[in-house]
């Protein structure tokens, strides 16, 4: 990966990076995180206080892995919704692949509605107001604009609105970082290549880009004064497991 991509963002390259690793995306989430992934969109989710009733946006939504956590909370009350969106066509069609999964062992009731489209979290299709709740898990890093985003985040959120972000962050403790860093920045990448086998030479490494966004990204701190920025309030976090993940909440 070079860091020119890193820097850049560019909207098409990404796109095309998470369609070349789509097959394997959740393995490798799984693998590379010790499982720990799962949890930490369960926590989110509870965090957040979705419940019955809620109207729910996922952006960056990927394999749909949030958005699916947030459907069990609906419960079988036919007024709530989940809606996942992913400017990723590939991404969105492995998360339309579990969800249909879920529905043939009737894990998930039909009143509860789950839809997916393929949208830039830059560029919503949805009225102002339109949502209880937006998340994002692990996807709001790489839009090209964080602050756009946020903002538009924002938009489709009535007032009182509350926004969910689940985000990688660098752990406190000294050792743990630091055994962390070499993890991230040395074995991550090499596991990932290895198991990904992702076909594009000129992406050299898709999971070399994750621990470089995730050094661009902003510490907790910092996130929380760009969500202030960005117009929300009551802005608040949570690190999990040693601070290597962290949930963000805002509200409208």
């Not at 660098?170 to 743990?176: K, L, V």
Request: glycine residues 8%.
């Amino acid at each position: 990966m070079s860091g020119a991509l890193t820097a850049s963002k560019d909207p098409r390259r990404i796109r095309r990076m998470f369609a070349d690793i789509a097959p394997t995306y959740d393995f490798l989430n799984h693998f590379l995180s010790a499982n720990r992934d799962r949890a930490w969109r369960r926590e989110a989710v509870r965090l957040a206080g979705i419940g019955p009733r809620h109207r729910v946006l996922d952006v960056c939504c990927g394999t749909g892995d949030l958005a699916l956590e947030a459907w069990k909370r609906l419960g079988e009350e036919p007024a709530g919704v989940i809606v996942g969106a992913d400017f990723c066509p590939e991404m969105v069609h492995r998360a339309m692949e579990k969800k249909r999964i879920l529905e043939r062992r009737r894990e998930r009731p039909a009143a509860a509605p789950f839809e997916l489209l393929v949208a830039d979290t830059l560029r919503l299709p949805f009225p102002e107001g339109a949502f209880d709740f937006v998340t994002v898990g692990f996807g709001i890093r790489n839009v090209s604009s964080l602050e756009a985003g946020l903002r538009e985040m924002r938009r489709v959120l009535r007032p009182g609105g509350r926004a969910v972000i689940l985000e990688f962050a660098t752990p406190r403790s000294a050792w743990f970082r630091k055994l962390f860093e070499v993890y991230f920045h040395q074995v991550l990448p090499r596991l990932g290549r290895w198991l990904s086998s992702a076909p594009d030479p000129d992406l050299d490494n898709a999971y070399k880009y994750l621990p470089d966004s995730v050094d661009l990204f902003p510490e907790p701190q910092v996130l929380c004064d760009v969500l202030r920025s960005a117009g929300f309030a009551e802005v608040a976090y949570r690190l999990l497991t040693f601070g290597i993940a962290a949930v963000h909440l805002g509200v409208k």
